[in-house]
């Protein structure tokens, strides 16, 4: 199960994920990302990934497209953390 909780602060929209990102659950952060961006220009974007405690290789396809279109990633988890800078180095 997944969770998005979208969170305008100022200028920025943070999307706040919990759960596992995997499966059907990437498609619906996707979702999520582009019906926001699409309403909210001007803006920048992040993701706050403390409350995600699994992504599968589809979800950090995901999060890579997502940091390449200049959204933010942040966790402060350390496997979160890990996750983040395999996503990073990758690009």
Do not use: H, Y
Request: glycine fraction near 10%; charge should be negative.
């Amino acid at each position: 199960m997944l969770r998005v909780t979208v969170e305008e602060r100022g200028n920025q929209v943070v999307f706040r994920v919990e759960g596992k990102l995997k499966g059907p659950w990437v498609t619906e952060l996707q979702r999520c990302w582009r019906s926001t961006s699409g309403r909210a220009a001007g803006k920048t974007f992040g993701v706050d990934l403390d409350g995600v405690d699994f992504v599968d290789d589809q979800g950090k396809a995901l999060l890579s497209e997502m940091s390449r279109a200049g959204v933010e990633l942040t966790a402060t988890d350390l496997m979160m953390s890990a996750t983040l800078q395999q996503i990073m180095a990758a690009q």
